[in-house]
């Protein structure tokens, strides 16, 4: 079992929908979560830091964690085509520097 | 806005050639880390250094590959010599608090 499990998609979604991204861990140790978008052959940009069960709201997109049940969530609202991209999650304070990645789900925003 | 710069962006080069990829982090990050991308996957971390000093390079293959911060400020990662399994992007990340990490665009890799 790998660390961090990410549906790798892809998920297609009408424009303006709510996505919701999903990811699992098995390291309880892990201590702060993040989000990042990827666009094709640029690099990731960290949409989402928390450090803390609950939630967080930045403008369209609000990031969820359940420490109990090792499970975070990313959820857009009123998705735009813009939007299409592969989204990682990624964790870290684990017993370890760096984060661990999750492999990405790759989501696709219909006009 | 201050960003990762990375380069080259691209490179293409012969199995068995010498590589190397260059780095500057965002002013006043002391943690630079190198990740590695295959297509299709999350980035896997080769080595993390605070300031000039290498923190985890663990999972660097150094029979192979060397990095080095000499001053603390940009890297540069090499590899000599390049095998086809190297094929990757190569992401540049700085830390302002050993937390979250702010990549740059990349160096995609090809070893024909």
């Known amino acids: 079992q790998k660390e961090v499990e990410q549906d790798p998609g892809p998920l297609s979604v009408p424009e303006g929908a709510i996505v919701s991204l999903n990811c699992t861990y098995s390291?309880?140790?892990?201590?702060?979560f993040m989000w990042y978008r990827q666009y094709s052959r640029k690099g990731p940009e960290l949409l989402m830091y928390?450090?803390?069960?609950g939630n967080k709201e930045d403008g369209r997109f609000t990031a969820q964690v359940d420490k109990s049940s090792k499970y975070i969530s990313l959820f857009i609202r009123d998705s735009q085509p813009s939007d299409s991209a592969t989204y990682l999650c990624a964790m870290g304070g684990g017993g370890a520097d760096g984060l661990t990645f999750g492999k990405g789900t790759h989501l696709i925003i219909q006009p | 806005e201050a960003e990762v710069a990375q380069s080259p962006r691209y490179k293409i080069t012969e199995k068995s050639q010498a590589v190397a990829f260059w780095c500057d982090p965002i002013s006043g990050h002391a943690t630079l880390y190198w990740y590695r991308q295959i297509l299709g996957q999350g980035p896997e971390l080769l080595v993390q250094f605070q300031d000039e000093s290498v923190v985890d390079d663990s999972q660097l293959p150094k029979d192979r590959f060397s990095a080095e911060r000499l001053k603390g400020v940009d890297s540069t990662l090499k590899i000599q010599p390049a095998e086809l399994g190297d094929s990757a992007m190569y992401l540049c990340?700085?830390?302002?608090?050993?937390?979250?990490?702010?990549f740059g665009q990349g160096t995609r890799l090809t070893v024909v």
């Open positions: 928390t450090y803390s069960s």
């Open positions: 390291n309880s140790a892990f201590q702060y």
């Open positions: 990340a700085s830390s302002p608090d050993r937390r979250q990490a702010f």
